[in-house]
């Protein structure tokens, strides 16, 4: 069973549009991270939720909103999709509390063209 | 302000040298630390992990690290590095007030057979 999954892998959508990605663990983890991949293979952190709380909500564009309908799952909507939102988007998981390492989801691939 | 700083932005090795990638942070308190590589197309993989004990660390496929507590240095080695080790790399550190996880630009090690 995959640890961590995020849906689509792979999204190419146009300019002005909106577009949510899909992730869940099944790990039983408390916190949820969304990861921002560039070009240069920087990875930055989005957000990160716990219990349903979002605990930081770095300087991200208010375009950006995660939403998390229980605590498996943490969703990226994204409005009004720019050329510079093309990245990597990996979503994680771990216990906020626990000694666990941060597991890691395959990452989508966005493309705004 | 909390970073993680990785030095090396691209290391070039022939194959069978030896291999030390730097990692710093400017944590205070208590800290986890990480090393997680990434291969080309893949998500992060984790490599060893640190949260106490023996500073020095074993990891998979041969990789170890050395906590330093009064350098704030968690830097990675290899004695001999395969051409199968041509990755990313990266050093993350979980802490502060959050106990999130913030990661470092990477370095890009590649592997000349």
């Known amino acids: 069973d995959t640890a961590v999954s995020q849906t689509p892998k792979y999204l190419v959508t146009q300019m002005g549009n909106d577009k949510s990605i899909k992730c869940e663990q099944n790990l039983g983890h408390d916190t949820m991270y969304w990861y921002k991949q560039d070009s240069k293979k920087f990875l930055k952190i989005m957000f990160s939720?716990?219990?349903?709380?979002?605990?930081i909500n770095e300087t991200v564009p208010n375009r950006f909103s995660p939403k998390s309908p229980d605590k498996a799952h943490l969703n990226l909507h994204i409005n009004s999709l720019e050329l510079g939102d093309s990245a990597v988007y990996f979503c994680?998981?771990?216990?906020?509390?626990?000694?666990?390492?941060?597991?890691f989801g395959q990452g989508t691939r966005l493309t705004v063209v | 302000a909390q970073s993680v700083s990785q030095h090396n932005h691209h290391v070039i090795l022939s194959e069978a040298a030896s291999l030390e990638l730097g990692c710093n942070y400017s944590?205070?308190?208590?800290?986890?630390l990480f090393w997680y590589v990434q291969y080309p197309g893949q998500h992060l993989q984790l490599l060893l992990k640190y949260f106490s004990g023996d500073p020095l660390v074993k990891g998979i496929k041969g990789f170890e690290a050395e906590f330093i507590k009064s350098k704030f240095s968690f830097n990675l080695r290899k004695p001999s590095v395969q051409w199968s080790d041509t990755a990313e790399y990266f050093c993350?550190?979980?802490?502060?007030?959050?106990?999130?996880?913030?990661f470092g630009a990477g370095t890009r090690l590649t592997v000349k057979p």
């Open positions: 994680a998981s771990n216990d906020r509390g626990g000694h666990t390492e941060a597991f």
């Open positions: 944590y205070g308190g208590t800290v986890n």
């Open positions: 939720y716990n219990n349903k709380e979002l605990i």
């Open positions: 993350a550190v979980r802490g502060g007030n959050n106990n999130d996880m913030r």
